[in-house]
């Protein structure tokens, strides 16, 4: 059984790449210069891209007694070519096993209800927010963000079955790597300075288990989002958690080995353990491991 699944996970994401190399002096130099970022707010505020507009307005709706559905529909329509995104999204194999084509946001929101529809929306905005270069981005970014897209959807259906709020454990999924992408754009740009070679070494990798959840906090800050998500990320690193951070907790552990599984380096068994351990009902189990090859493959 694998002592450290986090770990374990970024060997996964990186590769083999200078794994067991001791770092040398400049390699020393530059992680120094990147935990003095991350070590200070001013400095890591600068790092922090902005929140999208419109995921702010749908967040107060949703805080909204007094919104309607039409509330949303109206948000989304602010931005045609973004409504036009959500349409597209919508009527991708994911989201929508029916034959009749999805026209109109409204019939969106028959379809797939309003968590669906907000599911879609708050997804393809948050992928625009990751700021790492296209060689980055690649190597890394894309496969984070895979992961995060992965563990909301995990996130919503082990919340549902546990009458959570399934659209705020979905957004908490999505958010909840961010750290990780702030620390590898950090490493990237300082590496970009200082030398060519890429952060795959293994105090790297370390980094960002001992940093990324608190900088995902951080954001959350930032960003003023409610107070439910923040108090979800600070408690992935307590054992006394909110159902909602429970929710999270379980849901990056098994997403995490849901691509170890995938790529061989935990067997079927060991996977069955963990979800007795973590309590999941296999039929969840199931059914997210039916979507989670879609989401990658819907993810370019």
């Avoid at 390699?27 to 995921?55: C, F, G, W, Y």
């Avoid at 909840?176 to 740009?189: A, E, R």
């Amino acid at each position: 059984m694998l002592t450290n699944i986090s770990t374990s996970f970024y060997d996964v994401m990186f590769g083999d790449i200078n794994s067991n190399i001791p770092m040398g002096k400049l390699e020393t130099k530059v992680l120094q210069k990147v935990r003095d970022i991350l070590n200070n707010p001013d400095r890591l505020s600068q790092h922090i891209p902005a929140l999208p507009a419109m995921i702010v307005r749908l967040l107060n709706t949703i805080d909204d007694p007094d919104s309607s559905v039409i509330s949303f529909v109206e948000i989304i329509e602010q931005d045609p070519s973004f409504a036009i995104a959500v349409l597209k999204t919508a009527n991708s194999a994911i989201y929508h096993r029916g034959e009749k084509e999805i026209v109109s946001l409204n019939r969106a929101i028959t379809v797939l209800g309003l968590s669906g529809l907000l599911r879609i929306a708050t997804t393809l905005l948050m992928a625009n927010v990751i700021p790492c270069k296209p060689i980055y981005y690649k190597m890394f970014g894309k496969q984070i963000w895979v992961h995060s897209v992965q563990c909301a959807t995990l996130c919503e259906l082990l919340a549902t079955r546990q009458d959570e709020n399934g659209f705020d454990a979905y957004f908490l999924g999505l958010i909840h790597d961010l750290g990780k992408i702030i620390v590898f754009d950090c490493l990237s740009q300082a590496l970009a300075e200082e030398l060519s070679s890429l952060p795959g070494t293994k105090v790297f990798k370390e980094l960002m288990t001992e940093m990324s959840i608190d900088i995902s906090y951080f954001i959350a800050l930032e960003w003023k989002l409610p107070k439910i998500y923040a108090e979800a990320l600070s408690q992935q690193r307590t054992t006394t958690r909110s159902a909602l951070a429970e929710v999270l907790y379980k849901a990056n552990q098994l997403s995490e080995v849901y691509l170890m599984m995938v790529k061989g380096i935990i067997s079927n068994d060991e996977c069955e353990n963990l979800l007795n351990e973590h309590a999941v009902d296999k039929d969840i189990w199931l059914k997210f491991t039916n979507i989670a090859p879609e989401i990658e493959n819907s993810i370019s």
